[in-house]
């Protein structure tokens, strides 16, 4: 813990011990806990802090979902005059945040400048240092495309706001490693598929343009598997809607293709995992037929969270499974207002 002075944390005790004192204090209580004053602020927010944390087994992994909120309900005279009671809009969206461990529920506070919910199809990505950043999608009022980025900081529990894309994109793919997060693909505000992809610095709010994918690659889905990120199917400008069977990864400051991983024809948006035992890459559509309509996994340390439905129409489910050929264990005692369709999601270490 270069940089702190430890001897003051605690009036009357060692450093180490006023460290190991605050290295103890559960994480929901350290926005509360950074208010005592200035050192403990500093410290409890600081990225050698959340490392020390780490290190010593005090985080947790928690999934933050881009979940629908509830629809208001009619005012009464249109309920009573026979309309308005079908919705016609698009529903609001919101992060949630479920600890599948504590099997706990929250909702976080609405980003800047989006009060009534979420850019629409915006990306989340979780990086290093309790840090879940939000990204690009439509506005909701206008539905135009947005360069948008917002980082919401779990140990202050505030968000704000950072250096936007360096372009306008829609259905793009993302996925976080080693500490930057990934973006390639998707389309530009003309509809043409989009070969070129960036990186993220959070910490630095930096963006660094990367050598462009091998192919466009409209409506892909990012994935991270060995340390790889992982571009899959996607279609290009003139072949709208076909989806590809390929995918690609990143490493290395090159990208490399890889045939036949995926199924040709299919969306992967949401829906793609890992590597299967066959060296394809699995959807969580067939994973559990309770789950084969919009199905949305994250992974959770061991254990990832899948959601999705039955069939059209039927209610949002939401399983845990264990492992990975693990059996589906239903998440119960779902609270009010959190059984909203989830778009997507990912992992954050707070």
């Known amino acids: 813990m270069e940089g702190f002075e430890l001897s003051d944390l605690v009036p009357g005790l060692p450093g ?15 926005r509360v806990a950074s208010w005592v004053c200035r050192c403990w602020h500093q410290l409890l927010e600081s990225r050698e802090f959340y490392h020390h944390r780490r290190h010593l087994g005090y ?7 881009v979940q629908a909120l509830p629809r208001p309900a009619p005012p009464p005279e249109a309920t009573a005059a026979g309309g308005g009671s079908k919705p016609t809009d698009s529903p609001g969206y919101a992060v949630t945040v479920f600890d599948p461990v504590g099997r706990a529920w929250e909702r976080l506070d609405p980003v800047p ?13 979780g990086c290093e240092g309790g840090k879940l950043v ?64 960036w990186a993220y610095d959070a910490w630095g709010d930096e963006w660094t343009e990367l050598p462009p994918m091998t192919r466009e690659r409209d409506e892909c889905e990012g994935i991270v598997v060995g340390g790889e ?28 293709l890889a045939e036949g991983v995926w199924e040709a024809g299919r969306c992967p948006r949401s829906s793609a995992g890992g590597f299967g035992s066959d060296g394809r890459i699995v959807s969580w559509a067939d994973s559990d037929s309770r789950v ?11 254990m990832t969270l899948v ?5 059209q129409g039927a209610a949002q489910g939401f399983y845990v499974r264990a492992g990975q050929g693990g059996k ?4 119960g005692d779902v609270p009010d207002g959190f059984g909203g369709f989830v778009q997507s999601g990912c992992c954050v270490e707070i």
């Open 16 to 30: 180490e011990i006023g460290l190991e004192c605050l290295t103890r204090l559960p994480h929901p209580s350290h």
């Open 292 to 302: 084969q309509v919009g199905p949305s996994g994250v992974a959770v340390g061991d």
């Open 307 to 311: 959601t999705g439905s039955e069939y």
């Open 229 to 256: 990120f992982w571009v899959v199917s996607g279609y290009r400008t003139d072949s709208q809607g076909e989806f590809e069977g390929s995918a690609e990864a990143f490493a290395g400051g090159e990208w490399r």
């Open 59 to 65: 985080t947790r992994k928690v999934a933050c979902l």
């Open 328 to 331: 589906f264990e239903r998440v």
């Open 113 to 125: 400048g989006y009060p009534g919910g979420l850019p629409l199809f915006c990306q989340v990505a």
């Open 134 to 197: 939000v990204m690009g999608g439509w506005d909701p009022a206008s539905y135009d495309p947005v360069t948008d980025v917002f980082l919401y900081d779990f140990a202050s529990r505030r968000w704000r706001r950072c250096a936007p894309m360096p372009s306008k994109r829609s259905f793009f793919a993302v996925g976080s490693h080693g500490g930057r997060i990934y973006v390639a693909g998707g389309h530009d505000e003309n509809k043409n598929a989009l070969r070129t992809a």
